[in-house]
């Protein structure tokens, strides 16, 4: 499967984005999917968890940095999935990777970005006044 992210940008502290995942070349609702971030100063092999969601149980998990302000939707007809981020926060810059892994990753699993088979080309999201 291929991903393409797209949706990043500039925004202030406080305000919101959606960030978009298309796939491409087979179902992502097959997937475990993933949205990572690589903060600015961190390695590529540091990507910090986000969210993921397991296929099989619709089991999912937010970073608690997170928790109460992104919210992870689908779009099956279109083959799409989102993260809509509000309340920003600087600390939430960073590029924004979608992931996928054909297995069904449990909640402890989810988490680890080595895991991850597929991966998106990332996207650019500052949050800065």
């Known amino acids: 499967v291929q991903l393409k992210e797209s949706g990043g940008g500039l925004v202030q502290p406080g305000g919101s984005l959606r960030l978009s995942c298309v796939g491409s070349g087979d179902t992502l609702d097959y997937y475990t999917m993933g949205w990572f971030r690589q903060v600015p100063g961190k390695e590529h092999e540091d990507r910090e968890f986000?969210?993921?969601?397991?296929?099989?149980?619709?089991?999912?998990r937010y970073a608690e940095s997170v928790q109460g302000r992104f919210t992870f939707s689908r779009d099956t007809s279109k083959n799409t999935v989102f993260l809509q981020m509000n309340s920003l926060k600087p600390e939430d810059t960073g590029v924004y990777y979608c992931?996928?892994?054909?297995?069904?990753?449990?909640?402890?699993?989810?988490?680890?970005?080595?895991?991850?088979?597929?991966w998106g080309q990332g996207t650019q999201v500052t949050v800065s006044s």
């Open positions: 986000v969210f993921a969601i397991n296929p099989s149980d619709g089991s999912q």
């Open positions: 992931a996928a892994d054909p297995v069904p990753l449990g909640r402890q699993l989810m988490k680890k970005a080595h895991l991850y088979d597929f």
